[in-house]
Every structure is written in C-alpha cells, then in structure tokens.
T-cell receptor
Framework: ETGVTQTPRHLVMGMTNKKSLKCEQHLGHNAMYWYKQSAKKPLELMFVYSLEERVENNSVPSRFSPECPNSSHLFLHLHTLQPEDSALYLC?????????????FGPGTRLTVL | EDKVVQSPLSLVVHEGDTVTLNCSYEVTNFRSLLWYKQEKKAPTFLFMLTSSGIEKKSGRLSSILDNKELFSILNITATQTGDSAVYLCAVDGGETSGSRLTFGEGTQLTVNP
C-alpha cells in the first residue's frame, strides 16, 4: 500500500458515456498527477496539480477533464472517449517543492472504451 | 524535451543469473533518477538516485548513477522468478512546484525457473 488509492479499479464504458475516475492520497502531499499507460508505450504524463492549481496540461484532448477540489483528491472526468483511450490510468502524488521528490503511485484504473 | 532510454527492452534469464539493466537520459533540469518495478498494476518504488557514484543497495538489488555520462544501471543478483516484471527508469526534471517524471519504455525481465 502506497497511501494512494484509486477507484474504480476497472471501468468499461461506451463512447457516449460520461464517467469519472477518483484518486485519493493519504500522505499529506501537495502535488498530484494523472498518467496514462498504454500497451507497449512509456508512461505519459497527462496533468499535474500543485496546491490544487493545475500547473501542467500535456496536450491532452478536451474529452479528459481533471478536477482537484483539495490537495488530497483528484478526479479525471471522461466524456465521449474513443477506443484508443483504453489504457491504465495511474494517479500519483508527491510532497512538491524541494529536490528529489518521489512520486507515489496508486494501483491504477484499467479503462476499456467500447 | 526530456528523454529516457532503457536497454534492453526485453530480457529472459534463468534463476540464479545476474542481470544489469541500463538507463540513459537527457534532461534540462536534473533533480533525480528513479527506478520502479511494475508487475501487473502500479509501479512500486525501488531507488532514488541524486548523487553520482554512490551505490544504493536493497537486498539483491543495487543501482548507481553517473551524472557525467548521464546513465544509471540497476543490478539484480541471484535472480528469482518473483523478479519477473517491467523495470522502469524515470528522471525527475521538475521545478519547485512539483516533480516531473519522464519515464523510459521499461525493460521486461522474465526469470525462468
């Protein structure tokens, strides 16, 4: 257990559905991250929040919409996804600031878009 | 743009063998290099390296960083079937607002009995 939880662990959705992924960290960290991991590709950074403000949006399509209501919670709202969006979505957190912060990952949500 | 390259991409060994995994990087604002082990789910943290030439060790695993030649190696001695996983190398090129990890593709290690 890394102190980062994600729900749901598995999600199957149609292209017209709207769903949300949830991430919660119990580590007292101030920065949270969404990553996408597709088959046979490196982890891709999607969004970064620091002190509840979005500080990075890595050219992610608008059908992915993040929300960070406080420093412990992070959401990824999904709408009108495409089959190529099927992947493992990982949330991570770090203390933020200073040098050498380690990011701690949640277990991920396995998303399948039909 | 930060870049991390791992080699080999895939490796198959027998139990008891020693393996060396390689990671080279290019990063504008180097803060640290991290190694993770990923089995079926999320990556689990192994090592964080910030200083060149200092070996980090945990059981049968060890790692060292050369920040002049811009690479790191991860050694696993006396491998076991439970070591089978993808090993990810990541470089933190972030700034004060938070870390920014750039990951390599990973090395898929398979240890056969």
């Amino acid at each position: 257990e890394t102190g980062v939880t994600q729900t749901p662990r598995h999600l199957v959705m149609g292209m017209t559905n709207k769903k949300s992924l949830k991430c919660e960290q119990h580590l007292g960290h101030n920065a949270m991250y969404w990553y996408k991991q597709s088959a046979k590709k490196p982890l891709e950074l999607m969004f970064v929040y620091s002190l509840e403000e979005r500080v990075e949006n890595n050219s992610v399509p608008s059908r992915f919409s993040p929300e960070c209501p406080n420093s412990s919670h992070l959401f990824l709202h999904l709408h009108t996804l495409q089959p190529e969006d099927s992947a493992l979505y990982l949330c991570a957190s770090s203390r933020s600031g200073g040098t050498g912060d380690t990011q701690y990952f949640g277990p991920g949500t396995r998303l399948t878009v039909l | 743009e930060d870049k991390v390259v791992q080699s080999p991409l895939s490796l198959v060994v027998h139990e008891g063998d020693t393996v060396t995994l390689n990671c080279s990087y290019e990063v504008t604002n180097f803060r640290s290099l991290l190694w993770y082990k990923q089995e079926k789910k999320a990556p689990t943290f192994l090592f964080m390296l910030t200083s060149s030439g200092i070996e980090k060790k945990s059981g049968r695993l060890s790692s060292i960083l050369d920040n002049k030649e811009l690479f790191s190696i991860l050694n696993i001695t006396a491998t076991q079937t439970g070591d089978s996983a993808v090993y990810l190398c990541a470089v933190d090129g972030g700034e004060t607002s938070g870390s920014r990890l750039t990951f390599g593709e990973g090395t898929q290690l398979t240890v056969n009995p």
